[in-house]
Structures are given as structure tokens and as C-alpha cells.
């Protein structure tokens, strides 16, 4: 059973910015690309972007230009820079070992980290 361990969330006013950070356990760290995910209420959880081994980054088109991931392979950590948040922005967001594309996830979900939005 690996944990990830996402933090850096918090209440920030429309416009501001977040950097979160992922803790992710080496073994599952390098297996494929590291995945942001969010879960909005009453949503279900959605895929924010990914990036592989090799830094090559996929962002999905609604955070594309305000958000950027990051990782440090020596750490086992990935980051997410989130730049001129939106209310909808507002989410429980989680990493995870995942395939470039997002639609797999390797590892178990950890308990994220609450990320609010205020107009």
C-alpha cells in the first residue's frame, strides 16, 4: 500500500495563486508520468494534467496557460503551480502514478488537499 501525500492547499481570493506539492513513494514514482487530479463537490474526480519521467507536461484545456507541473525526481515530488485562480478552481486536489494520458493511476489516492476559491 503506497501513500502519496498532497499539500500546500488552502483559501486564496480569485486571481491569487497556490503552488501544491506531492509526496509520492519511489517505487511508484518513476513508473510511468505523475498525475494532478481535483475532485469538485458533487463531481467526480477529473483529471488537471500530467507530467512524464522526462518533463513533458499535458494540462487539460480549462487550467491550460494558468497552471504548470513540475517535478523533482530526486525528491519523488511534484508540484503544481497554479497561477489566476477561479472560483472554479475550487476542489480537493490529488497526485497520483498515473499513464501520460490520465486515464490510468497506479497508486492509491491520498487524502489530498482542499483547495478554495473565493470571488
Known amino acids: 500500500h503506497v501513500q502519496l501525500v498532497e499539500s500546500g492547499g488552502g483559501l486564496v481570493q480569485a486571481g491569487g495563486s497556490l503552488i501544491l506539492s506531492c509526496a509520492s513513494p519511489g517505487s511508484i514514482f518513476s513508473i510511468d508520468a505523475m498525475g494532478w487530479f481535483r475532485q469538485a463537490p458533487g463531481k467526480q474526480r477529473e483529471l488537471v494534467g500530467t507530467?512524464?519521467?522526462?518533463?513533458?507536461?499535458k494540462l487539460v484545456d480549462s487550467v491550460k496557460g494558468r497552471f504548470t507541473i513540475s517535478r523533482d525526481n530526486a525528491k519523488n515530488t511534484v508540484y503544481l503551480q497554479m497561477n489566476r485562480l477561479k472560483p472554479e478552481d475550487t476542489a480537493v486536489y490529488y497526485c497520483?502514478?498515473?499513464?501520460?494520458?490520465?486515464?490510468?493511476?497506479?497508486?492509491?489516492w491520498g487524502q489530498g488537499t482542499q483547495v478554495t476559491v473565493s470571488s
Open positions: 507530467i512524464t519521467v522526462g518533463g513533458t507536461t
Open positions: 497520483n502514478a498515473a499513464s501520460s494520458s490520465g486515464n490510468f493511476v497506479y497508486g492509491s
